[in-house]
């Protein structure tokens, strides 16, 4: 005997599996959009505010020996509980030249190499932008594939193309030139600097490159213009936006910079990556060390927020 389905009977109402989770969280006065956000906004927490909580407690401490290697900001005696902020570690980076000059030469060598690199990483993006479909791809996977090895490794690599009896100068040797002097100055980190986050600034120049209407050089093809007029006043105009994203890709972490410096630069390149780390490994000096690292976040802050509001302007024209 089977049982039969009366049409005029609507179907039993199937419930969702997640139904009963929305109906507990509503109850409590969490929604859907708060779930979402709540992702992000713990990740930030966690790994971003309370660590740089932290390393703000500690630029506040002075140094001294002992585990912590910092003395602690709340003390207690008596029942009495004391909170002591010592500013000596800030004061010390704007009275001292070591660390101004190494905030001054970071800025310029991430500001020139970033200035390089998108001189180097725009005509390929727009390359790769109008190249045939079927290339596009292959051409995009030749940009990605450094990143299959390690970053430590790609800069040594590089120790083997520059030294003085490396790849470049043997190569000059078979035209009777003389070996040029390239590891060990401002020119090898330059070079660092460049090869390492290129794809950085390629990517993003490509992803808006490839979206131009073509139609737009067309255009004003028909109407006269040259070539060198139309790239000026159309193309590099419209592309703005991923020039501003790649050049904040670059110079960010360009900024604070220490493997390439240690490896390629000489003692004379001076960069707020290598004092920090001398602070903290090597004087000890948790407090100093975190009072640059505090300093620079805020050098890097001040350019991103232009950055991002020349990127809004374009965006909004």
């Given at each position: ?9 609507p179907?039993?109402?199937r ?14 006065g969490?929604?859907g ?13 966690v790994?971003?505010?309370i ?10 401490a ?12 709340l003390?207690?005696?008596?029942g009495?509980v004391?909170?002591?902020l010592?500013?000596?570690n800030?004061?010390r980076?704007?009275?001292d ?7 001054l ?18 005509p ?5 932008a109008?190249a045939?479909?079927?290339?596009r ?11 299959f ?11 083997g193309?520059?030294?003085?009896n490396?790849?470049?100068n043997?190569?000059?040797g078979?035209?009777g030139i ?6 060990q100055?401002?020119?090898?980190v ?5 090869y ?6 390629i990517?993003?120049?490509y ?7 073509v ?8 109407l ?11 193309t590099?105009?419209l592309s703005?936006p991923g020039?501003i994203?790649?050049?904040m890709l ?7 910079e ?16 290598r004092?920090?780390?001398d602070?903290?490994f ?7 060390a ?7 976040l805020?050098?890097v ?6 950055l ?7 965006v909004?024209?």
């Amino acid at each position: 005997m089977t049982a039969t389905h009366d049409p005029t009977i609507p179907p039993p109402r199937r419930l969702k599996p997640w139904n009963a989770v929305e109906k507990g969280l509503a109850r409590v006065g969490i929604t859907g959009r708060m779930l979402v956000l709540a992702a992000p906004v713990l990740w930030l927490l966690v790994f971003f505010l309370i660590p740089l909580a932290v390393v703000f407690g500690i630029s506040l401490a002075n140094k001294q020996f002992g585990r912590p290697p910092y003395t602690p900001l709340l003390t207690s005696e008596e029942g009495t509980v004391q909170l002591t902020l010592h500013l000596n570690n800030y004061i010390r980076l704007f009275t001292d030249n070591l660390y101004v000059a190494a905030y001054l030469s970071s800025i310029r060598i991430s500001a020139i190499a970033t200035v390089i690199t998108l001189l180097v990483g725009y005509p390929m993006a727009y390359a790769i932008a109008r190249a045939p479909d079927r290339w596009r791809n292959i051409l995009l996977m030749l940009v990605i594939l450094p990143f299959f090895t390690s970053f430590l490794l790609r800069v040594y690599a590089l120790t083997g193309f520059m030294r003085g009896n490396g790849v470049i100068n043997q190569f000059l040797g078979l035209f009777g030139i003389e070996p040029i002097v390239m590891m060990q100055t401002d020119f090898a980190v330059y070079v660092g600097i460049v090869y390492t986050y290129l794809p950085f600034m390629i990517l993003p120049l490509y992803t808006t490159l490839v979206k131009l209407d073509v139609s737009l050089f067309e255009a004003s093809a028909d109407l006269g213009a040259r070539p060198v007029h139309t790239f000026l006043f159309i193309t590099l105009p419209l592309s703005l936006p991923g020039i501003i994203a790649g050049s904040m890709l670059v110079f960010i972490p360009a900024i604070g910079e220490f493997v390439i410096p240690s490896l390629l630069g000489g003692p004379e390149t001076l960069m707020i990556g290598r004092v920090l780390w001398d602070e903290f490994f090597t004087n000890t000096n948790w407090p100093r060390a975190a009072a640059v690292a505090v300093a620079m976040l805020l050098v890097v802050v001040v350019p991103i927020m232009l950055l991002q509001r020349a990127q809004g302007a374009v965006v909004e024209k």
